[in-house]
């Protein structure tokens, strides 16, 4: 073949014989293809929905042994198209998230509990989710709330895949009427203490 100097690095020269043959370079039939792009399922999905709320007042136990529902009133911040349902679809206050899309969640939250005082060693809060009005299995805790160490925060979450439209609601009874969910004031250098904190989002 006939050769062709052409410029080189370092003022070098280098022949069109010795530089990247055809062979060695990409194709195009092996550049990024439709199979091999990033598509809409598998693309980075930037829209996630998330919620915050706590509640400002204390919430007690009229009875024994008995279900109430946990309540919230007050956004915690911006939040993406949840609501709480329980307050005429208020998006801040009531008992139940409300689910806006079928999707993956992790709902987490946060409960000060607090015994006035007396009950004995055996003076236990029970926690637990509900889904769409029914109890979820399993999904139970028991916290003891003694009247010699009153302050206990209750934290955990629960994850699972749930549909547009469920509705989440924690649940909470008690052995002993004088355990609450409690909001505490200022206490410097310390700001209010909720009594509860609720927050979820879409994974």
Do not use: C
């Not at 993956?104 to 409960?111: E, K, L, V």
């Not at 924690?170 to 250098?189: E, K, Y």
Request: proline share 6%.
């Amino acid at each position: 073949m006939d050769l062709k100097i052409i410029p080189g690095p370092n003022n070098g020269l280098v022949t069109e014989s010795l530089a990247t043959p055809p062979q060695y370079k990409i194709l195009a039939d092996l550049a990024d293809t439709a199979s091999y792009a990033l598509t809409s399922s598998y693309a980075m999905d930037s829209f996630k929905h998330w919620g915050t709320w706590y509640s400002t007042v204390t919430q007690t136990a009229s009875l024994i042994d008995t279900a109430y529902p946990i309540t919230v009133n007050t956004l915690g911040g911006p939040q993406n198209e949840f609501y709480i349902s329980g307050s005429g679809g208020s998006i801040v206050s009531g008992s139940a998230i409300v689910i806006p899309k079928t999707s993956n969640y992790d709902f987490q939250f946060s409960i000060q509990l607090y015994n006035t005082g007396g009950g004995g060693s055996t003076a236990v809060a029970n926690i637990w989710l509900k889904l769409n009005g029914d109890n979820v299995p399993y999904s139970n805790t028991r916290v003891a709330v003694i009247a010699n160490s009153p302050y206990v925060v209750a934290a955990w979450d629960f994850m699972g895949r749930y549909n547009s439209g469920d509705k989440l609601e924690l649940m909470w009874s008690t052995n002993h009427t004088g355990i609450q969910i409690a909001t505490l004031p200022s206490s410097a250098p310390t700001p209010e203490t909720p009594s509860v904190i609720y927050t979820i989002m879409e994974i």
